[in-house]
């Protein structure tokens, strides 16, 4: 572990140290209960190919063939009422996958290091309807509460990864999850750890993330309860770029830190931390289980039989319903400092023409409370797998916003009426959705309505969706006083309409997303906050496909988009990703082994530029990038239960420029 882990757990808690120890000690425990995946956990039938699951949604998850059996499930429920199961993939194809970049599954461009500012090649339009502070470049890296996955196993589940690459590149990460009281309570945590030295000067990142929890359900399954607490902690060296492009595109400097960069001393610190809590009460008791007693017992009496009926009778349940309670505190705080604010790099933003201080200092503090109460008519004995015709559930919401920067505050407490419903008209359709209304003074009026249609014939699955949402736009582009820069307007709501529709035929998915957003806001090339007052639209169509002959595998990743207004919103027209493998069993199948090559490509378009200032992108005109190959060359092993890797990434950069 590097030094600034070890300074870390120095400093922090001594009541998360005592968590991180369990979860070392527990490992020790757990690794010799592994149990075979038919007895881990005890679940309604989930079946290994998703594409049999018939819980809606679950035509969108790989077909696993290989795991432990340990389940996770998200935070909130999937539809109305189901908390769908799905299991932690275990697979020797995975094994690379070690940061968010690669495990999204969406093409990132990115700072270079680990834990830095990332965008998406792929554009779709952020859907919220709440209080937005505008900060989304570090998203991949920060836990939020809709981004857990809680795990449910009988025996004690571990994960260990470490991971060491050049430049001083190091990744931990610690997993671990049991349950006690004949699984009535359970108890997880993990922790993730990002340290990454870049190629460039003034370039590092140190991300932690931290997340423990428990969840309890009583015997009867009629209460059920969740609470954790999180905190992540994501400090980067900023640079600003190279000053001079032609050093990046002559690629003439073998020692990349000796090439001028904009800035020296500048650094941000990001810290998202809060707490979790949900709650859920069955009105009505679970009916009495009598599924194991016979419904007729034969007695022999030599000369003649009597058959009795012993078949109780019961009493048939009233279904009242469910009552549900989430709570939500989240607590954000960004601060960045610059030794030098006079760099050419803030030239164009508006600024104090007396600047208050001989150093750049910003600070932003931003506090959220949620409480939402919610009723539906969800049972103790449903199944996600064998959903009901008719699931739905009202709610009534309540939001506190608290952000201060400098001498700017902002309040706002809203309201909002939530509902959801899931109809299953037939083993082949079914159709659902989620919508919220707010109602207050700043978000009166906003709303997100969420459906989608789903169809299944066979392993032929489609789903089309109908988006509506109507949105503040992002708080920091409409008010904004830093050391240096301010400025304040008023930016009018933002309108997203957008229809999707998915595709998936045995191991091949076909996507398209048609989105119209009005009043869309961005950042200009001086990195000033703009609104496009008219309608701008943008399609993308994406193709993913998996094929398999004896040893050898391909998965083949295309995508294409189009922009109405280029000038405002730049991508690229097409990207493409193609990994070729080749996996066999060695030593009397001991060993699953995998070599492989993957290779991505987009278009030349022009990306945006990052201001670490403000911690957002916005528009440039001086450089394209892309236009090139980026090959990765792999190798994955599986032993047991442990699984090895080994990358070489952009190992074509010398000999293709």
Known sequence: MNRGAIQWLQTIRPSILCLVLLCVLLPLWGAAQTADSAQIYSVPKVVKDSSKQAAPFAFFLRPIQDSIGVFYTSWDTD??????????????????????????????????????????????????????????????????????KIIKTRNPYTKLLYVMGAKRENVLKVQHAQSFLDQTLGFQLDFNLYNHLGAYAHQHSDVKNFKAGLHYHTPSMRYRAAAYYYHNILKLQENGGIVNLNDFESNAFTNKEIIPVHLNNAQSLIKRGGVAFQQHFYLSKSPKDVSQIPDTNLTDYGAYKVKHYQKPYVEPVSHLGKLSHLFLYQRDRYRYNDKDQMSALYNGIPFYYTPDSTRFFDSITFVKIENEWRYGNGDVSDVATHPKHFNYYVGWRMVQYDYRQANLKKNVNAYALTAAMFLNLSK????????????????????????????????????????????????????????????????????????????????????????N?????????????????????????????????????????????????????????????????????????????????????????????WMPAIRAFHLQDKQKIGGYLLSDVYVNAKVGKARLFLRYDHFNTHFMG
């Open 517 to 609: 957003i009005h009043n869309y806001s961005y950042y200009d090339i001086a990195a000033v906050p703009r609104q496009y007052a008219d309608n701008l639209q943008h399609i993308l169509l994406r193709i993913d496909n998996t094929m398999h002959w004896r040893h050898w595998g391909a998965d083949v990743s295309a995508a294409y988009q189009l922009s109405s207004q280029s000038e405002v919103l730049r991508v690229p027209d097409i990207w493409g990703g193609l990994k070729l493998y080749y996996t066999n069993f060695l030593f009397k199948k001991a060993l699953e082994l995998e070599v492989g090559i993957e290779n991505a490509f987009y278009t030349k378009y022009y990306a945006d530029s």
């Open 79 to 148: 539809s109305a009422n189901y908390h769908h199961f799905r299991y932690v993939d275990t697979l020797n194809h995975s094994s690379g996958l070690y940061t968010p970049f690669k495990a999204l599954g969406q093409p990132y461009a990115h700072l270079g290091v680990v834990g830095s500012a990332s965008q998406s090649h792929l554009f779709l339009p952020r859907i919220s309807s709440g209080f937005h502070l505008g900060i989304e470049a570090f998203t991949p890296f920060l836990w939020r509460v809709n981004d857990f």
């Open 428 to 515: 082949h359709l079914s159709l659902g959705g989620k919508a919220h209304y707010y109602l207050g003074n700043y978000m009166g009026g906003n709303y997100l309505l969420d459906s989608y249609l789903h169809l299944k014939w066979r392993k032929i699955h489609s789903r089309f969706g109908l988006l509506l949402s109507k949105d503040n736009a992002p708080w920091m582009m409409q008010s904004f006083a830093s050391s240096r820069f301010t400025w304040q307007q008023t930016l009018q709501p933002i309108d997203v309409q957008k229809i999707s529709a998915l595709l998936k035929i045995y191991h091949t998915t076909l996507q398209l997303h048609i989105s």
